[in-house]
């Protein structure tokens, strides 16, 4: 491994604890709170965020998604699909149902596909065009960075939204 995948990996690992620190102690109903009616819940922002990690990771390395090769999205059982992009406010509101067990057991699978991926890169496989439909072409690297950068501003929304509904009860 190099420096530059030691520091992805960090990255990654510092997304993951701020995934389990945000949905700590919330029940399936308090992942489905949306502090107004067009507000993402905690579930949306977390299922979203690992839908995108799963999507964006298995794409640049070749392989189905967890989603549907593990079965996930048989699990979460959800009338509405896809990454979340475009959402209706409606469909932001259909994606609940679930615990916090269910979407951290997803995103720690996801998690894990992830860090095995970026443990097999060396620094050249970080320079691979990824994407030819940006101007300039996308490369791994900034791929990788930009579901990380995703990925902390959701999850940081969904700290915000958990902090909130914490209060709200009494213990936040």
């Known amino acids: 491994m190099s420096a530059a995948t030691d520091l992805l990996l960090d990255a990654f690992s510092r997304v993951r604890e701020e995934v389990h620190a945000a949905a700590d102690g919330l029940s399936r109903d308090e992942l489905a709170v949306r502090l107004d009616p067009d507000a993402n819940s905690v579930g949306w922002l977390l299922w979203h965020l690992t839908r995108v990690q799963d999507d964006h990771i298995s794409d640049v390395a070749g392989r189905e998604e967890r989603w549907t090769a593990d ?22 509101g259909l994606v609940r149902g679930f615990d916090a067990e269910l979407v951290l057991a997803y995103y720690d699978a996801v998690h894990d596909r992830t860090a095995a991926f970026v443990r097999g890169l060396d620094d050249g496989d970080l320079d691979r065009v990824v994407d030819e439909d940006w101007d300039p ?36």
């Open 71 to 92: 079965g996930w999205r048989a699990r979460f059982a959800l009338p509405v699909d896809g990454l979340g992009y475009g959402h209706s406010s409606e469909e932001v």
């Open 137 to 172: 072409p996308v490369t791994l690297a900034v791929r990788l960075v930009s579901v990380i950068s995703d990925c902390l501003q959701h999850v940081g929304q969904a700290a915000f939204v958990a902090g909130v509904v914490k209060r709200r009860r009494g213990n936040g």
